[in-house]
């Protein structure tokens, strides 16, 4: 095949591209906070919580676990309508990640707590702590500090995930190469640049995230002794 | 270990110019008699050109137009279903030979692949239920207005849609029909006929013709500088049409007699 | 136009399910034996074949699979390979499933404790001899309940492939629903599918682990 690679075509579509690398990123900001935290709940709900919430939780866990990301965009873009529930693209594809995500980091994060020696809880009740203070100072940070890593890694693969949003619409980086090939019809070229840039946003994350990670827990730690 | 490496190297090179060789001087026709087999490119979320039955086999005005050009050269068909966003990178990757899939001709697609003759009518629209006020481009504005990406409709709309109307691109069809039927879209730009099949199978919106955005008949779209074929599938094209055949695909998937004017 | 019923739907999607199950084992496979060579040249002694595992194992888990599936499909093509959407997604799935267990595999290895190498060595044993005998029977107790979990996401992982065209049960639910105008029932169905399909995996991933922290 005599094909020529042809860049050209990013004189003209770059900002594209650029608005795509914005809405990536303020979908993984969204997701990322907003899905922790309902990690956190459910991991707290499953190691600590009511019974009947565990169980609840546990169902929700599983269903997310075990079903690919892009049915669930499917469902809630396309299928929810049905029940009433109307969402614009890009709320659809925000909450999708936010289930996703939270779902993932509640096993995450459980497993960070169940590895939590019980003396800290007697610790921290003989400290005469309420059992909220004692589940945020002692069980919740040294837990987050021991599965950051894998945490982060967690965010890291919900972000690539997220390619997928293009398919309801979401004008993201996907979008962008999409975009641009059906435009220029230079295929492999469009998909090659978002990849290259995909690749520069997984390693920009995972660098952010470990530093945040450095700041929080070496904070705690000084302000605990 | 050097040499060795290098001579696979050299080996690697070779193959790849040896196959962009054989790329280069083929003569897609005489390749395609070789192989006893026509790739043709099909649509299999665009109904009445190209959707599935309750078998899952493909059926349609497009997929009636492929067999139609594999019986005429005496070569068996292999349907290969494509999206509007995908089919012209299929051609020039060579996945398959021909490209028919209800593709319009505009100054973008001619400049990298070649067309036959018309072989189908086309009007392209915009679309809403009766109750959406919609008459002009114009009015599109602060309306959300789903299209599929790449298609003519994309290229037309985007040109004169007012700065606040708002387009979603989809993926392909079967995303841009599900979201109008949703709710998540006003509005969607695409085919009479594609409407017209919609409203036949009893949805829960119908979509009606708003204004006409382009008569864009359909061609057969295929890779540059293949003469022979070209000359071909337009000799088959102008017979169908003289004996009579491509009337009866037509009446048969859009209830219509061929337009005088294709 | 023939009307479909909801048995029709259930019947397309079950039948379509046979290629998820077919790619998601290929992929499995190709991507197990490819994996395999990389972790002998990730935990080997030449450096630069562990660098060049290292960017391999980085750029496949730093990029979206979904790229990986529009290069290998678009890419092979300008190469001159002719390829279909069934052996772009192969291709595709089984490199980005070995990058992955190149890695849980290392993981693996380097869990076993120091002592043992050292031990092994005083032994006169060689380095080939100390994988055989020592670190890979015990490193290979270690990497089951992982491997079997990650098989999860090599199942789901094929839901991508239906964006390159290829007919799996993701793809044939796009069809139905747009054939049907019931999506909230076909993306409902294709859920619990895939749910069917991956449950089991991670049931027995999590009871094998369960075994193994027991044993030790």
Redesign the interface.
């Known amino acids: 095949?005599?094909?020529q690679f042809n860049f050209e075509w990013i004189g003209t579509y770059w900002p594209v591209f650029l608005a795509g690398i914005w809405m990536t990123t303020k979908l993984i900001a969204v997701g990322g906070v907003v899905g922790i935290a309902v990690g956190t709940f459910c991991a707290w709900a499953r190691s600590l919580g009511p019974k009947w919430l565990g169980i609840i939780v546990a169902v929700y866990v599983?269903?997310i676990?075990?079903?690919?990301?892009?049915?669930?965009l499917?469902?809630i873009?396309?299928?929810?309508?049905?029940?009433g529930l109307?969402l614009?693209?890009v709320q659809a594809a925000m909450l999708a990640m936010v289930i996703n995500l939270g779902a993932y980091s509640a096993e995450i994060i459980r497993a960070g707590i169940e590895a939590t020696p019980k003396g800290q809880f007697e610790a921290g009740a003989s400290l005469a702590m309420s059992p909220i203070q004692t589940f945020r100072h002692i069980v919740l940070v040294p837990a987050l500090q021991k599965i950051w890593p894998a945490l982060a890694s967690q965010v890291?693969i919900v972000m690539?995930?997220?390619?997928?949003v293009?398919?309801?619409?979401v004008e993201d980086l996907?979008?962008a190469?999409?975009?641009t090939?059906?435009?220029t019809?230079r295929?492999?070229e469009a998909?090659?640049v978002?990849?290259a840039i995909?690749?520069g946003l997984?390693?920009l994350l995972r660098f952010i995230l470990i530093q945040i990670g450095h700041s929080i827990f070496a904070t705690k730690r000084r302000a605990s002794r | 270990m050097i040499t060795k490496r290098n001579f696979l190297k050299a080996g690697a090179l070779a193959a790849a110019f040896s196959l962009s060789a054989t790329a280069v001087f083929a003569d897609a026709l005489a390749d395609i008699t070789a192989a006893g087999k026509i790739r043709v490119a099909v649509p299999q979320d665009f109904p009445p050109f190209g959707s599935v039955g309750a078998d899952m086999k493909p059926q349609g005005y497009d997929i009636d137009m492929a067999n139609l050009i594999g019986e005429k050269l005496g070569v068996e068909v292999e349907l290969v279903p494509v999206t509007s966003a995908n089919r012209i990178p299929y051609l020039q990757t060579n996945k398959v030979d021909i490209v028919i899939s209800s593709m319009g001709k505009n100054a973008e697609r001619d400049a990298v692949i070649d067309f036959s003759d018309a072989y189908a009518p086309f009007y392209n629209g915009v679309f809403a239920p009766a109750d959406v006020a919609i008459s002009g481009a114009e009015d599109l504005s602060g309306k959300v207005v789903g299209v599929t990406r790449g298609s003519i409709e994309d290229l037309e709309l985007t040109e004169v849609a007012p700065e606040d109307a708002t387009l979603k691109r989809y993926e392909d069809n079967n995303g841009t029909i599900s979201a109008f039927l949703s709710g998540q879209v006003e509005a969607i730009a695409t085919g009479n006929v594609v409407a017209a099949a919609i409203i036949e199978r009893n949805p829960p919106k119908r979509p009606e013709m708003k204004f006409l955005v382009k008569n864009s008949p359909c061609y057969i779209g295929f890779n540059e500088g293949e003469p022979e074929l070209m000359a071909k599938l337009n000799e088959i094209i102008a017979a169908a049409k003289a004996d009579g055949e491509l009337n009866a695909i037509s009446q048969q998937w859009l209830g219509l007699d061929l337009p005088a004017e294709l | 136009m023939s009307q479909i019923g909801f048995w029709d739907i259930l019947t397309n999607l079950i039948f379509a399910t046979g290629w998820t199950v077919l790619l998601s084992i290929i992929s499995f496979i190709g991507g197990g034996i490819l994996g395999l060579i990389l972790l002998f040249a990730r935990i080997g002694k030449r450096k630069w074949l562990q660098h060049v595992v290292k960017v391999y194992t980085e750029v496949f888990q730093g990029t979206p699979l979904l790229m990986q599936l529009f290069l290998a499909f678009f890419g092979l093509g300008l190469m001159g390979i002719n390829v279909s959407p069934f052996l772009a997604a192969s291709v595709a799935l089984i490199l980005w499933t070995a990058a992955f267990l190149v890695e849980i595999w290392r993981g693996c290895v380097t869990a076993i404790p120091k002592g043992q190498w050292e031990a092994s060595a005083s032994l006169g044993m060689t380095y080939v001899e100390q994988m055989r005998h020592i670190i890979l029977p015990q490193a290979l107790k270690l990497s089951v309940p992982p491997t079997v979990g990650f098989s999860v996401q090599v199942v789901k992982g094929t839901a991508l492939t239906s964006i390159i065209g290829f007919v799996e049960v993701t793809k044939a639910g796009t069809v139905l629903a747009n054939a049907t105008f019931q999506p909230f029932t076909v993306y409902g169905l294709v859920a619990l599918i895939y749910f069917a399909l991956c449950y089991p995996l991670s049931l027995s991933a999590r009871k094998l682990e369960r075994k193994l922290n027991a044993a030790h």
């Open positions: 095949m005599n094909y599983e269903l676990r075990n079903t690919p990301f892009l049915i669930q499917f469902f873009f396309f299928g929810l309508p049905a029940l109307r614009t693209e890291v690539l995930g997220s390619a997928v293009s398919q309801i619409a996907t979008f190469a999409n975009f090939q059906s435009r019809f295929a492999f998909y090659f978002s990849t995909y690749l997984a390693i």
